[in-house]
């Protein structure tokens, strides 16, 4: 139902399980340009709090997702976040670079924190209020005259909490949880390698608006490591070099018959069984 991936030129990179930790992974190579994509299938406009080496991606700052601010994104659709908020029209771009070089060692940040990609999916707490009005009761002939008809004023006020769906979490989690009680729980993962630095001034154009009270959904992470650190894990690479299905190429198939011009057209007899020629085709190149 909510989807997040890592694309490089536009496409998106193999994510990897590691299943001794239960955490997902992709290869980062050093100076690669990325985008983060995150989607929302389902009925229900969502806030998603982003976050890349534990910072805030709009304010860069390391705070709780529950009032941190997040991008808002409809039933069905999805944003390309390119980099870092600096602007209502500008981000620097992300990119995977050295720790040492990455935005939050020259923010000062904590470094322990570098090598993950996370969102923190909410939606809009709905309550439904249910109200009653007067209605009477079926009629009851009494046996005795001056027993009257009975009537029920029943007018009390019922209100319940919508429920959330869809997630991973689903509808045990509430807003007025501690995130930090859902974060992964895996043995000790060693220090990453790479972070991801703040490239240069690319348009990103958004603007303010308003989102109603948060209710935790999900939270999808994502961590990112070099080739030789998955390695390490015991994560199997998708194999380089293999035969691709579909190229980048657009337009109709070539027509083998004109660009050779020595089996441009071809002749075809059409014979009955007592050898009599019924037709024949000539210059068949063409579509058909």
Not at 23 to 34: F, K, L, P, V
Not at 77 to 86: A, L, M, Q, V, Y
Not at 144 to 152: A, F, G, R
Request: contains cysteine; proline residues 6%; glycine residues 8%.
């Amino acid at each position: 139902m909510y989807r997040l991936r890592i694309l490089v030129n536009g496409n998106p990179v193999p994510i990897y399980r590691d299943y001794a930790s239960g955490t997902d992974w992709i290869e980062a190579r050093n100076g690669t340009r990325y985008e983060i994509e995150v989607r929302n299938d389902s009925y229900n406009r969502i806030l998603s709090v982003v976050s890349v080496d534990g910072l805030n991606v709009i304010n860069g700052k390391h705070e709780d997702p529950l009032s941190a601010p997040g991008y808002i994104l409809h039933s069905h659709n999805n944003i390309k976040i390119p980099g870092w908020k600096i602007s209502s029209d500008d981000v620097k771009e992300f990119y995977f670079t050295s720790q040492g070089q990455s935005y939050s060692a020259k923010l000062g940040a904590d470094l322990s924190n570098t090598g993950v990609i996370a969102a923190a999916i909410y939606k809009e707490k709905i309550t439904w209020t249910y109200t009653t009005s007067y209605y009477p009761q079926p009629w009851v002939y009494p046996t005795i005259k001056s027993i009257q008809p009975q009537w029920v004023n029943d007018n009390t006020l019922y209100s319940s909490s919508g429920s959330s769906s869809g997630g991973i979490l689903r509808s045990s989690l509430s807003s007025d949880v501690p995130v930090t009680a859902f974060a992964m729980s895996s043995a000790p993962i060693q220090e990453p390698k790479l972070g991801t630095g703040s490239g240069v001034v690319a348009d990103f154009k958004t603007h303010t608006t308003s989102f109603g009270e948060r209710q935790l959904e999900t939270i999808l992470i994502l961590y990112y490591g070099t080739k030789e650190e998955l390695l390490r894990r015991g994560i199997k690479l998708q194999p380089e070099g293999l035969p691709r299905p579909f190229s980048n190429g657009t337009g109709y198939c070539p027509n083998v018959w004109n660009n050779n011009p020595a089996k441009a057209g071809f002749f075809c007899k059409v014979k009955t069984l007592n050898g009599k020629i019924i037709a024949e085709i000539k210059n068949a190149s063409r579509h058909y």
